[in-house]
C-alpha cells in the first residue's frame, strides 16, 4: 500500500488540529517501542492505517484518580474519524496477596490480544483488535465504550441504602449476574480476566450492559487458575450489595449499632477496613445472598474455585 502523503495526512488530521499549517510536517511513528517518543499531535501508523495521538488515558482506581497512564493513548482513526484507545507495550509486575495466597501479577499484551480475539462481538466485553508494529510490539486498537464507569452510576443513585436495595438493586444484581457469566466464559475457553474491579466495568450507555475493560493482566497462580480473578468478583459484589464500601472506621464515626456485633471474621477478606457480613449492618439483607458474601469474608474457610458456584449460588437469591 503506498504510503500517506503528509499532504494527505495533515488533510485528515486537520478536524481535530485546526491550527496546523499548510507546510507543518507530522511526526510519524511506525515503531512503538519507546512510548515516550509519541507525543499530542504524532500520527501512529499501524497497519498501514493512520491514528493520531491525543491524551493520555487516566487511571480511576484507588485514590489515583487522574495519574496518566503513559502506555494508553487516546487517539483518532482518520480514515474512519472514530474515537479509539491506542494501547501500547507496557512491562509491570506486582505481587498480591488475597487470603494468604500470593500472585504473581504482569502486564501481558498478548494475553489482552487473544481475548479480544475471543470475545469479539461480545455485549459484554470492550472490542477492539490487535496489530504488530513495524518492530514486532503487540499493539491494541480498542473501541471506545460510551458510557459511565460502574462506581461513577452507583453514585449517581442518590437514594438511602433501603430504598437502592429493594428498587434497584434486583436489576443491578442481574446484571452482574451477566458480567460473572462472561468471566465464566473467559475461564471455560482457559483466560482469565486479570484484574477485576469495579472500574473496570463500564455501563453502557445504550443498553445499560456492563461490560469488562482492560484484560491485559495476567497472574500466575499455583493452586487454582481463576482464584485471583473470583475474588475481584466477590469485591465488587460486596461493593454492589452494600452501595458502596461499607467502611468500619465509618461505623465506628456514626456510632452505627452494627459495631457491637462486628468481628474480625466480618471483614473483607482482603480489605480489612470493609465489612463483609453486610446483614449485620443491613438486617433486610437476605440470608441466602448474604451467606454468599461470607465466602470473601477474612472468616471463610471456603472459598469459590470456579465462576459456576459462584453463578449456581446467587440464582437461588431471591431480593
Known amino acids: 500500500m503506498t504510503a500517506l502523503t503528509q499532504d494527505r495526512l495533515r488533510q485528515l488530521a486537520r478536524p481535530w488540529l485546526p491550527s496546523i499549517k499548510a507546510s507543518q510536517s507530522l511526526c510519524v511513528h511506525t515503531?512503538?517501542?519507546?512510548i515516550f517518543r509519541i507525543d499530542y499531535g504524532d500520527i501512529l501508523m499501524l497497519d498501514h492505517r493512520p491514528y493520531l495521538i491525543r491524551q493520555y488515558a487516566k487511571e480511576g482506581r484507588f485514590g489515583l484518580d487522574e495519574e496518566p497512564k503513559y502506555w494508553v493513548r487516546r487517539a483518532i482513526d482518520l480514515e474512519a474519524g472514530e474515537p479509539k484507545f491506542i494501547k501500547l507495550v507496557f512491562h509491570e509486575k506486582f505481587i498480591a496477596t488475597v487470603g494468604g495466597v500470593h500472585f504473581e501479577c504482569f502486564r501481558s499484551p498478548h494475553k489482552e490480544a487473544r481475548i479480544l480475539e475471543l470475545v469479539r462481538s461480545h455485549p459484554h466485553f470492550m472490542q477492539g483488535t490487535s496489530v504488530r508494529d513495524e518492530n514486532g510490539n503487540v499493539v491494541?486498537?480498542?473501541?471506545?465504550?460510551?458510557?459511565?464507569s460502574l462506581p461513577q452510576r452507583l453514585d449517581d443513585l442518590?437514594?438511602?441504602h433501603r430504598s437502592y436495595f429493594f428498587d434497584?438493586?434486583?436489576?443491578?444484581?442481574?446484571r452482574f449476574r451477566e458480567s460473572i457469566a462472561a468471566i465464566k466464559f473467559l475461564h471455560d475457553n482457559g483466560e482469565k480476566h486479570g484484574d477485576i474491579r469495579r472500574d473496570h466495568i463500564i455501563v453502557d450507555a445504550d443498553t445499560a450492559d456492563f461490560r469488562w475493560i482492560d484484560f491485559d493482566f495476567n497472574y500466575r497462580h499455583r493452586e487454582n487458575i481463576f482464584g485471583y480473578d473470583l475474588f475481584g468478583l466477590g469485591?465488587?459484589?460486596i461493593y454492589l450489595v452494600g452501595k458502596g464500601d461499607v467502611l468500619i472506621p465509618d461505623l465506628i464515626k456514626r456510632q452505627h449499632p452494627a459495631?457491637?456485633?462486628l468481628n474480625d471474621t466480618d471483614v473483607n477478606v482482603v480489605f480489612h477496613h470493609r465489612?463483609?457480613?453486610?446483614q449485620k449492618v443491613y438486617p433486610y439483607i437476605p440470608t441466602g445472598l448474604n451467606r454468599v458474601l461470607l465466602h470473601f469474608s477474612k472468616?471463610?474457610?471456603?472459598?469459590?474455585e470456579h465462576t459456576r458456584e459462584l453463578l449456581e449460588d446467587l440464582a437461588e437469591v431471591k431480593t
Open 31 to 34: 515503531d512503538t517501542s519507546d
Open 158 to 160: 442518590d437514594v438511602d
Open 168 to 174: 434497584h438493586f434486583p436489576d443491578v444484581l442481574n
Open 140 to 148: 491494541r486498537i480498542i473501541d471506545v465504550v460510551h458510557g459511565k
Open 235 to 237: 469485591n465488587i459484589l
Open 275 to 278: 465489612v463483609a457480613n453486610l
Open 299 to 304: 472468616g471463610s474457610n471456603r472459598f469459590y
Open 259 to 261: 459495631v457491637q456485633t
